[in-house]
């Protein structure tokens, strides 16, 4: 779920496969912060994966006030994640179908049309340290982000193809871009 701290005044728009789950446990375990929507005051919103435009809309008042921030992967990495996620748990659906139909692009999630409109962006693949940098912004001490929701380790290469490796870049070349992501 979108997380929404009225405490803290931030919202943390959740990217699928981006450590969502761990940071939503850091949020109630740790820090023992309360999601608004999870308050019980907001029905219907228990879709843990919303945009930011989605979010800037159904919570402008809040959106205008609060910090937002994100996490983003490499695509590459992303994808295979939720492939391997959704292998381990014997559903046969395949990197492809993910790329195409299952997983929204991460753009979608930070940018209204061509406009980035989270206030900060924090990168997977430095997570600690950058969450341990933002944190204060926000009014909270730097904690550890114990890891929730770990696949089984494996290789993202073996995933891809050419085809595949092209169909991410299309689908993610606003964000590869912008972040300086390579398959590599």
């Known amino acids: 779920m979108t997380y929404i701290c009225d405490k803290h005044k931030f919202i943390f728009v959740e990217v699928q496969k981006t450590a969502t789950s761990s940071f939503n446990y850091m949020f109630h375990k740790q820090y023992k912060i309360k999601n608004f929507l999870y308050e019980g005051k907001i029905t219907g919103e228990f879709n843990r994966h919303r945009t930011a435009t989605y979010i800037k809309n159904k919570f402008s008042d809040r959106w205008k006030e609060y910090v937002t921030f994100s996490i983003v992967r ?50 997977f693949e430095n997570l600690q340290q950058e969450w341990d940098e933002f944190a204060p912004t926000i009014s909270l001490e730097p904690k550890t982000l114990d890891h929730q929701n770990k696949t089984n380790i494996y290789d993202y290469h073996d995933y891809y193809n050419d085809k595949l490796i092209d169909m991410v870049y299309k689908k993610e070349k606003k964000i590869i871009d912008m972040m300086g992501y390579t398959y590599d």
């Open 74 to 123: 490499n695509p590459w990495h992303r994808y295979a994640s939720w492939a391997k996620w959704i292998e381990d748990k014997d559903v046969d659906i395949t990197i492809d179908i993910i790329i195409q139909r299952r997983l929204s692009s991460i753009t979608d999630f930070i940018f209204d049309k061509d406009k980035l409109i989270v206030d900060k962006i924090l990168k």
